[in-house]
T-cell receptor
Framework: NAGVMQNPRHLVRRRGQEARLRCSPMKGHSHVYWYRQLPEEGLKFMVYLQKENIIDESGMPKERFSAEFPKEGPSILRIQQVVRGDSAAYFC?????????????FGNGTRLTVT | KQEVTQIPAALSVPEGENLVLNCSFTDSAIYNLQWFRQDPGKGLTSLLLIQSSQREQTSGRLNASLDKSSGRSTLYIAASQPGDSATYLCAVTPTMSYNTDKLIFGTGTRLQVFP
């Protein structure tokens, strides 16, 4: 029973390029969450998605960031025109039901470095 | 605004010691509290989930308590081992209806257990 799969593990982008981060939730999980961990800071919520729907994107920067969770395939976090401040570890998590009753299962993260 | 604080930020102990990690939160209106473990370069592993109606949860050598009214939780690790070395994070799920889909994380306690 594979856990939450994220790829790539490490991603290097030059300023101005696009970064695409992928997340496949655990089997049977339809709730996906993205968190960002900046150096020396705690994890911060970015966005919560269910299949084909964005439920809560209150933690997403207003510009350059977008997320989707299509009917088929992984969830994608997309960062356009990356800047050095986007360098961070991006974690995806999934659960079978809303957070009130279920623990979150996290992937190993994608470490984005912007040069 | 909910804030989660963890003390101490770092802890180094000899193998075999019993130890306590502390977590405090400013708003007692929470649905649950989770303790996670994060190994370097890895994702988060859920250790214990305590619902707001519960006082404690146990798993092996780990015991987590919750005092919601005072905004505190402790993680007790018995007979610590070098393999326990990791960063321990606590996170709460707030009860505000528009906030129940996200975890609020503390910045963690970095634990090192030496032989």
């Amino acid at each position: 029973n594979a856990g939450v799969m994220q790829n790539p593990r490490h991603l290097v982008r030059r300023r101005g390029q696009e970064a695409r981060l992928r997340c496949s939730p655990m089997k049977g999980h339809s709730h996906v969450y993205w968190y960002r961990q900046l150096p020396e800071e705690g994890l911060k919520f970015m966005v919560y998605l269910q299949k084909e729907n964005i439920i809560d994107e209150s933690g997403m920067p207003k510009e350059r960031f977008s997320a989707e969770f299509p009917k088929e395939g992984p969830s994608i976090l997309r960062i356009q025109q990356v800047v050095r401040g986007d360098s961070a570890a991006y974690f995806c998590a999934s659960s079978p039901s809303p957070l009130l009753n279920s623990p979150l299962h996290f992937g190993n993260g994608t470490r984005l470095t912007v040069t | 605004k909910q804030e989660v604080t963890q003390i101490p930020a770092a802890l180094s102990v000899p193998e075999g010691e019993n130890l306590v990690l502390n977590c405090s939160f400013t708003d007692s209106a929470i649905y649950n509290l989770q303790w996670f473990r994060q190994d370097p370069g890895k994702g988060l592993t859920s250790l214990l989930l305590i619902q707001s109606s519960q006082r404690e949860q146990t798993s092996g050598r780990l015991n987590a308590s919750l005092d919601k009214s005072s905004g505190r939780s402790t993680l007790y690790i018995a007979a610590s081992q070098p393999g326990d070395s990791a960063t321990y994070l606590c996170a709460v799920t707030p009860t505000m209806s528009y906030n129940t889909d996200k975890l609020i994380f503390g910045t963690g306690t970095r634990l090192q257990v030496f032989p």
